[in-house]
Nanobody
Framework: QVQLVESGGGLVQAGGSLRLSCAAS????????MGWFRQAPGKQREFVAA????????YYLDSVKGRFTISRDNAKNTVNLQMNSLKPEDTAVYYC?????????????????WGQGTQVTVSS
């Protein structure tokens, strides 16, 4: 069982930066693929970024490539999402997700554990 708690959300102006963190409980965190998803009002939850258990492989939604960076620290049981050059369309609730699969997925059904989410609001 893995429990996930996100933090770091907030209100920022367009062009600004935020760093989201996800703290995970459980002794097997280092063997889990991790992902970030987001859900804007009235829209479906969508994949944002994912990272393999070792941190050696990362994947991104096309619209965030070059602006967002996912990373993890297995010693601290955390995964982070550095978000730069934020745009109003990045406004959403951001969710951390985990799954014991070897290769990170980009689909909701590929993740077994989810956090409660953290709100990110980007003003224009």
């Amino acid at each position: 069982q893995v429990q996930l708690v996100e933090s770091g959300g907030g209100l920022v102006q367009a062009g600004g930066s935020l760093r989201l963190s996800c703290a995970a409980s459980g002794r097997t965190f280092s063997s889990y693929s991790m992902g970030w998803f987001r859900q804007a009002p009235g829209k479906q939850r969508e994949f944002v970024a994912a990272i393999s258990w070792s941190g050696g492989n990362t994947y991104y939604l096309d619209s965030v490539k070059g602006r967002f960076t996912i990373s993890r620290d297995n010693a601290k049981n955390t995964v982070n999402l550095q978000m730069n050059s934020l745009k109003p369309e990045d406004t959403a609730v951001y969710y951390c997700a985990a799954d014991p699969r070897l290769r990170p997925g980009s689909q909701i059904y590929e993740y077994s554990y989810w956090g409660q989410g953290t709100q990110v609001t980007v003003s224009s």
